[in-house]
């Protein structure tokens, strides 16, 4: 059975920094490609990032971009996100979502989420 | 960025009724493999989205018959034969051609 765990969610200051996880079972994961979406509360669903199965190749959505970095860990089925200079707008849940082919980007299983909370 | 425009944005069912939501998008999504790269999720209250329809049609995996997409090119729709209860959330359409991925505006389905 297909699991995504994420973790690493929190209240963190406006200009802070959070790493998120995502541990993930039951599939291949070196042979994914993986992704990041978001949403924010009571809000529609944002795609944030995608990551190459041998982690070479990434990208990011504007809203984002020079202040997330994604990387994986194929030696511990491990996806990270890790976020700076985080900003109010940035307050959302975070899902780890895997592509039902490898390097597709339809998206068969996500995570439970994690939210992350950014205020003063 | 490629715009994916929903409607309605509000949909109340009576159980037993059909429903059909629409979503365009700004760009064609067919692509020369014959593929429209068009998915449809659910998202029920409280939980993470779910996969619906991938393919522009095809159900995924424990998905039942009375759920459906079609369309091509820029214009689909998911059709519901008969709502059940089952299918209150919130229903996102998403293209898979164009980086970044995008979202429709999310279609809210209540029961009457």
């Known amino acids: 059975e297909v699991q995504l765990v994420e973790s690493g969610g929190g209240l963190v200051q406006p200009g802070g920094s959070l790493r998120l996880s995502c541990s993930a079972s039951?599939?291949?994961?070196?042979?994914?490609?993986m992704h990041w979406v978001r949403q924010a509360p009571g809000k529609g669903l944002e795609y944030l990032s995608v990551?190459?199965?041998?982690?070479?190749?990434?990208y990011y959505a504007d809203s984002v971009k020079g202040r997330v970095t994604i990387s994986r860990d194929n030696s511990k089925n491990t996806l990270y996100l890790q976020m700076n200079s985080l900003r109010a707008e940035d307050t959302a849940v975070y899902y780890c979502?895997?592509?039902?082919?490898?390097?597709?980007?339809?998206?068969?299983?996500w995570g439970q989420g994690t939210l992350v909370t950014v205020s003063s | 960025d490629i715009v994916m425009t929903q409607s309605p944005l509000s949909l109340p069912v009576t159980p037993g009724e059909p429903a059909s939501i629409s979503c365009r998008s700004s760009?064609?999504?067919?692509?020369?493999?014959?593929?429209?790269?068009l998915d449809w999720y659910l998202q029920k209250p409280g939980k993470s989205p779910q996969l619906l329809i991938y393919?522009?049609?095809n159900r995924a995996s424990g998905v039942p018959h009375r759920i459906s997409g079609s369309g091509s090119g820029t214009d689909f729709t998911l059709k519901i034969s008969r709502v059940e209860a089952e299918d209150v959330g919130v229903y996102y359409c998403?293209?898979?051609?164009?980086?970044?991925?995008?979202f429709g505006q999310g279609t809210r389905l209540e029961i009457k």
């Open positions: 979502v895997k592509p039902w082919a490898p390097k597709g980007f339809s998206f068969d299983y």
């Open positions: 039951g599939f291949t994961f070196s042979s994914f490609a």
């Open positions: 990551i190459s199965s041998n982690g070479s190749i990434t």
């Open positions: 760009q064609s999504l067919l692509y020369s493999n014959g593929y429209n790269y």
């Open positions: 393919l522009g049609s």
């Open positions: 998403m293209q898979a051609l164009h980086t970044p991925n995008t």
